[in-house]
């Protein structure tokens, strides 16, 4: 069973599998945001509204910040994704 979009009270659809969601973070005493962690997930969207929730997510991310050539893995995984989503952890 899909899920059901709030507003419009229709299921939702598969957008895209197998996207890359990437979560940032701010990091105190810097301007910018920074890579925490990434997922792979799916991307349903309302046929109606198309207001999209990405689900389904892996049980564990498959890299994380602190690991060795992380940025440099990251830029090889968002080359190959179909789609990639970022997302600010707050």
């Known amino acids: 069973m899909n899920p ?3 507003t419009c009270q229709i299921e939702l ?3 895209c599998t197998g996207a ?7 990091v105190p005493n810097h301007i910018e ?3 925490y962690r990434a997922w792979y997930a799916e991307i349903f969207q ?3 509204c198309k207001h999209e929730v990405d689900i ?3 049980r564990t991310t498959f890299l994380e910040h602190f690991e060795p050539q992380a940025v440099n893995r990251l ?3 968002k080359s190959k994704a179909k789609r990639v ?3 600010n952890e707050r």
């Open 4 to 6: 059901v979009c709030v």
């Open 13 to 15: 659809k598969t957008s």
């Open 20 to 26: 890359l969601l990437i979560e940032i973070r701010n």
């Open 33 to 35: 945001q920074q890579f």
């Open 46 to 48: 309302c046929p109606k």
């Open 56 to 58: 389904h997510f892996a």
């Open 75 to 77: 830029e090889l995984e």
């Open 85 to 87: 989503v970022i997302n």
